[in-house]
Each structure stands twice: as structure tokens, then as C-alpha cells.
Nanobody, 124 residues
Framework: QVQLVESGGGLVQAGDSLRLSCAAS????????MGWFRQAPGKEREFVAA????????SQPDSVKGRFTIARDNAKNTVYLQMNSLKPEDTAVYYC?????????????????WGQGTQVTVSS
């Protein structure tokens, strides 16, 4: 079993950048595909980015493509989400999650482990 803890969220202005971190304990992250999701009030959880065990990042939704980058450092047991050119519509709680199978990488139900989330608020 793996425990995940996100950090790095906060209040920023439109156009700013943030880097979220997801630190794992209990098991090594290298055995999992990892993903980032976000959830805004009143909305469903939305896939943001994922990275496979081999370090290859998967395709991203148009809403974040070209602005968000996912990376992993297996030696540090940490996954990152670099977010640039932030927009007010990026405001949400951001969650990292671990996918044991590496399948259906954009579907929350296939992630067996989740962090508690970190709030990102972007003001206009």
C-alpha cells in the first residue's frame, strides 16, 4: 500500500506558475503509473495529467495542454505537476493518485490510491 501527500498549492494570480509535489511513502512509486486530477466545486473530478512507469507522459486534455507538465523522480519517490500560465478556471483541489495497472489512465476509478488534495486558487 502507498500513502500519497500533495503539497505546493496556494493562491496565485492569473499568469503565474505553481509546482505541485506528491510524495509517496509505504511503497516505491516506480511500480505505479501516476496521475493528477482536479475537482472544482460542483464539478466532477477531471483528469489533468499522467505519467507511466517508464516515465512517458500521456496525452492531456486541451484545457491544460501546453501549460501543465508532469514529471516523476523515482529516486525521491515524488511526482510533480508544473503548472504555468495559470487561469482562474484552473482553480480546484488537485489530487495525485497511483494506478497499479497502468490502464485507463484517465479514469479515476482505476486509481487505487489517492492523496488528500491541495487547493489551487487562481485570481483574475
Amino acid at each position: 500500500q502507498v500513502q500519497l501527500v500533495e503539497s505546493g498549492g496556494g493562491l496565485v494570480q492569473a499568469g503565474d506558475s505553481l509546482r505541485l509535489s506528491c510524495a509517496a511513502s509505504g511503497r516505491t512509486l516506480s511500480t505505479y503509473a501516476m496521475g493528477w486530477f482536479r475537482q472544482a466545486p460542483g464539478k466532477e473530478r477531471e483528469f489533468v495529467a499522467a505519467i507511466l512507469r517508464n516515465g512517458i507522459a500521456t496525452s492531456q486534455p486541451d484545457s491544460v495542454k501546453g501549460r501543465f507538465t508532469i514529471a516523476r523522480d523515482n529516486a525521491k519517490n515524488t511526482v510533480y505537476l508544473q503548472m504555468n500560465s495559470l487561469k482562474p478556471e484552473d482553480t480546484a483541489v488537485y489530487y495525485c493518485a497511483a494506478n497499479p495497472s497502468g490502464s485507463y489512465i484517465g479514469t479515476p476509478a482505476y486509481y487505487g490510491y489517492w492523496g488528500q488534495g491541495t487547493q489551487v486558487t487562481v485570481s483574475s
